[in-house]
């Protein structure tokens, strides 16, 4: 059998170059994090194949990668699969496999902390650092295995969980984009429900909300104006359309800076206007606390702004959701927001659980395109053995690199190659500042 | 569907002390293995299936997890799944799966260094940290996704890569083990070209070499004369046999000191007596200056013994090999050995390679049933704000933390929960030197 030497399609080897820059991100992330509190946990990238088709990941369950069932459960599963009229096998291979691999952090942490919540502190905050997979068209910055860094607050239902992890969130960024001078940052805060309201308001019957969100969210690629014509070719009243577009065409008139009251009045005129009597109690306070303490937490130079056109794709959000992203960079770097139904789904008791992620590859592909490389800290020093006329010297010259690294130094020592240039060169790029040939009469 | 809410089967969930323990072991293991030049790496947890089912895994291959084949592929696999006799499916899965999740780190890296070789320097000093996977049946400290960590020397035919190798697992796990005093460790080397002589020496066939190889590799678990009987009932030559176990007989007289001249002198009796003729020139005195050169380098109370019932499981190994166990622990810690064969087998151009795999989980395991916890380095605070009486203050109780994490502190808000004391108690626990309850009242 002949072995492939690329790695599986969509799939990333990492040099070593290309893992100091994500492990320096990760430091900053880890770090950040850290400081705000939060706890870092694991979990496996297998996950029940049950707790992943359960209607929480949306359009990602479509692009989970199933393992397949071994031995007699595998015998057992393939009795199941039946011919059809003609004879051909039909499955989706749903029979074959009962587990798959995990498409996003958030399920496997509701089904940790339903699992482990005596062991937890309340409320909990959680750090996960992973790999998730979709089998999605492999494209640039998007691939089939790739990490994500999700912080999450399970058991707090008051809006302080959201202010902390809009200030951490920011916080960590601004510290990894600081260091290549990339500045511009917006976090949009909108709440389901006042998604939700505004159809409603608008005339939109309660069971097309759903739909009406889907349309909404591709306000980015399509234009207000696009978002209005598929919302009258699905047949929606002409009325409420025309209702709902109105709502959305002063968004200018929403200030984008942070100072004062003159910002929380405006959002509570917007959402009196737009939502009417269908707004749930406590929503448009909740989004005004969150706006004035959030603001005073990060960065003066960054956006923080109401966005009542964010939907964010995942069904699961049941209140405030936050995305965000850079001037310049068509896509978000992160993502997150309040879904308070999902750990109830495992433990079958609701607790109340917000979370923002960070698209980990997203940024390390701005920093890799940049060229941007953190800086080595200490000294390395390398020594190379001519094995033809000192081979009788390796115990003194590995005495030697024993004693330097004893000091805290770094140390290679290796053979002396026949290209010697290719060698040396390619030691000096890795940042190894002393380069020492060893033969029978060097001196050490 | 009901949701699961417990980790797949032989899978585990880390709460954050472990998580803490395990990071404390990898940060030692990464700055020990950076300190000596290996650089750090990733492969996708995904490889070819082929890759995978290419004798170099051993009995490993029998524990793979295949991933489905997904859409049209999937579809045309299963056309391919035939009905036997009895109209009952035959399949093991083959057709369904063209992807699996890697059972070692040791294929992925073969499959790298032939895809990138022209991207790494030579001789590449890999450190490769990261989780495999293996259908086994679950027990303590053996799980079915597992951590392992493997430095590697690819490119270097000379027998530095395994002193260096030696050098730098013995001093990561000295650094991890002196912190809980566990103490005893034994560095185990041998070779394939030594086994292979005293067994063909013996009088045993070429072609039994292997099976020999297996039989003795239960030395540990059924003795000396277990293994004699075996040999006995699998029908080989009694004389072979005698003389065969014969060689066994004395392994008291070979030194576990490593000082001086003696200790080499006396294994090269053993070589001569065991193997005559049938060595492979240059394998007796590669071993001789491993163990010299490593004896200088590692600390004084590990014991490095040449032991030639050391045989390690995979097919793959073609000169030295080593292991490393713990006095009174019945496992091996740590394990690997020269393979110069495999990276041929991708890139079609043999590359000499020689690695060492540091088992972490067990390293783990061993480290908690001590109930050993790391220190925390920084001091935490946290406070607890009472939203009956005290929500207007969140603001201002987060401009404060934020403040004080401006100045490296690390700093939790939340809300006070109901059960109060268990809150502060699991924080406390947690390494929080000041939990501070905030009241309409309270100073800041």
Not at 30 to 44: D, K, L, M, V
Request: hydrophobic letters at 40%.
């Amino acid at each position: 059998m002949k072995f492939i030497q690329t790695p599986v399609k969509g799939m990333q080897d990492f040099l070593p170059s290309d893992m100091e820059l994500r492990q320096h991100i990760l430091a900053i992330i880890r770090g950040t994090y850290a400081q705000f509190g939060f706890n870092e946990i694991e979990t496996p990238v297998m996950e029940h194949i049950e707790n992943l088709t359960g209607k929480n990941g949306g359009e990602n369950e479509k692009l989970i990668f199933k393992v397949l069932k071994r031995g007699a459960d595998f015998q057992r599963g393939l009795a199941k699969v039946k011919a059809d009229e003609n004879g051909n096998l039909a499955s989706e291979g749903d029979e074959l496999a009962d587990s798959a691999l995990r498409y996003d952090l958030t399920v496997p942490l509701s089904r940790y902390y339903s699992c482990h919540k005596n062991d937890l502190p309340t409320p909990f905050k959680a750090l996960q650092i992973g790999n998730v997979f979709r089998a999605d068209r492999p494209q640039k910055g998007r691939f089939r295995q790739f990490t994500q860094c999700d912080i999450d607050i399970i058991g707090d239902n008051s809006n302080m969980a959201e202010i902390e992890l809009i200030a951490a969130t920011s916080k960590a960024l601004t510290r990894i984009f600081s260091e290549v001078n990339v500045h511009g940052f917006t976090v949009h805060v909108n709440d389901r429900r006042i998604l939700r309201a505004m159809a409603l308001n608008a005339g939109f019957p309660e069971e097309s909300v759903g739909e009406v969100f889907i349309i909404l969210d591709k306000m980015d690629k399509i234009g207000i104006d696009g978002v209005k014509e598929e919302l009258v070719r699905e047949g929606y009243d002409e009325a409420a359309v025309n209702t709902y577009i109105g709502y959305f065409a002063d968004l200018e008139d929403i200030p984008k800076d942070r100072e004062g009251k003159e910002q929380v009045q405006i959002i509570a005129d917007f959402i009196t206007r737009t939502c009417g009597d269908k707004i749930e109690a406590g929503a448009a306070d909740s989004l005004a606390t969150i706006m004035q303490a959030a603001g005073g937490m990060i960065d003066k130079d960054i956006t923080l702004k109401f966005d009542p056109t964010l939907v964010r794709g995942m069904g699961y959000y049941t209140g405030t959701i936050f995305e965000i992203t850079i001037d310049n960079y068509s896509f978000s770097i992160a993502g997150g927001g309040r879904y308070d139904k999902m750990v109830g789904k495992f433990s079958g008791q609701d607790a109340p659980a917000c979370g923002f992620s960070i698209g980990f590859e997203r940024i390390y592909t701005i920093l890799k395109d940049l060229n941007w490389a953190p800086k080595s800290e200490s000294e390395k020093k390398a020594y190379l053995v001519d094995l033809k006329s000192a081979s009788a010297r390796v115990p003194e010259v590995f005495a030697k690199a024993t004693a330097e690294r004893a000091d805290g130094r770094t140390v290679t020592v290796e053979p002396l190659k026949k290209n010697a240039k290719f060698q040396i060169d390619t030691l000096t790029k890795a940042g190894y500042t002393q380069v020492i040939k060893i033969y029978a009469d060097t001196e050490l």
